[in-house]
């Protein structure tokens, strides 16, 4: 009996460490209806927020209204962060000038806020745990 409950107890753990779940972001400020939104998904600070190659995964939104909505489907439980990029251009990329700064609009998880450069990975982290969830982010234009 107390090997049946401990197998028991193991696949539920078991379930819930690799319960995948999808996370619905609703993007708003956007200053036009051009281009779309860009958004990727970091699993650690590596690469957030400028450098989207070390992003887990990227979703594409369609812009309707001066808002958008993008689902990023089987996130596995754990720590993540969202960088948000308005492509009012539509090149499939983050528009920077001379320092760097990005001219589009950009938004990360948690609204985070950055005093000199972009906010970091703690201040936009939030966890997937048990449940599907729903990220609001206002994009800013600097």
Not at 99 to 112: Q, V
């Amino acid at each position: 009996m107390k090997k049946l409950i401990l197998s028991a107890a193991i696949i539920w753990l078991a379930q819930t460490a690799y319960c995948q779940k999808n996370c619905t972001v609703e993007i708003t400020g956007l200053k036009s209806n051009k281009g779309k939104c860009l958004v990727y998904v970091y699993k650690s600070e590596k690469g957030f927020p400028t450098d989207t190659k070390y992003a887990t995964s990227a979703v594409t939104a369609t812009i309707q209204n001066g808002s958008c909505s993008a689902v990023v489907k089987d996130m596995p439980t754990g720590e993540y962060a969202i960088m948000v990029v308005h492509d009012a251009n539509d090149n499939g990329k983050i528009d920077t000038n001379f320092i760097g700064m990005p001219k589009e609009g950009i938004g990360t998880s948690n609204n985070a806020k950055s005093s000199f450069g972009p906010p970091s990975f703690d201040d936009s982290k939030f966890k997937i745990v048990d449940k599907s969830m729903l990220l609001k982010i206002t994009l800013k234009y600097l």
